[in-house]
Nanobody
Framework: QVRLVESGGGPVQAGDSLRLSCAAS????????MAWFRQTPEKAHTWVGS????????NVANSVKGRFTISRDNDKNTMYLQMNNLKADDTAVYFC?????????????????WGQGTQVTVSS
C-alpha cells in the first residue's frame, strides 16, 4: 500500500519558521512528482508547490514565494516544506501528494496519492 505521512506541524507565532516532512512508502519515490497543498479554515483547498523527480525544478504559489522552499531527499523517501516568516494566512492543514502520470502541475486532480495532513496554526 502507498502511504504518505506528514509531520512537523504545530502552533507557532507569526514570523516563526517551521519545516514539514512527508515520508513516503509503498512507491518508487524518485519516479513521482511531489506536491504540497493546504486546506484553510474556510475549507479552500489550494496548491502550495511542486517538485520534480530529483528536485531539479520547483514551483511554488505566489502567495508563498520567497518564504517557502520545497526539497526532497530520495535516499530517505521524504519531501520537505521549509516555511519561513510564517503569517496568519498560512494557517491550514498541509497535505502532501504524489503523482506519476505527468509533469509538474498545480492541479490537485492529477495527484493519485495523498497524506492525512498536518495542522499548522500561526498566531499573530
Amino acid at each position: 500500500q502507498v502511504r504518505l505521512v506528514e509531520s512537523g506541524g504545530g502552533p507557532v507565532q507569526a514570523g516563526d519558521s517551521l519545516r514539514l516532512s512527508c515520508a513516503a512508502s509503498g512507491l518508487s519515490f524518485s519516479t513521482y512528482i511531489m506536491a504540497w497543498f493546504r486546506q484553510t479554515p474556510e475549507k479552500a483547498h489550494t496548491w502550495v508547490g511542486s517538485i520534480t523527480w530529483s528536485g531539479q525544478i520547483t514551483n511554488v504559489a505566489n502567495s508563498v514565494k520567497g518564504r517557502f522552499t520545497i526539497s526532497r531527499d530520495n535516499d530517505k523517501n521524504t519531501m520537505y516544506l521549509q516555511m519561513n516568516n510564517l503569517k496568519a494566512d498560512d494557517t491550514a492543514v498541509y497535505f502532501c501528494a504524489a503523482q506519476n502520470t505527468g509533469g509538474l502541475t498545480s492541479d490537485e486532480n492529477q495527484y493519485q496519492y495523498w497524506g492525512q495532513g498536518t495542522q499548522v496554526t500561526v498566531s499573530s
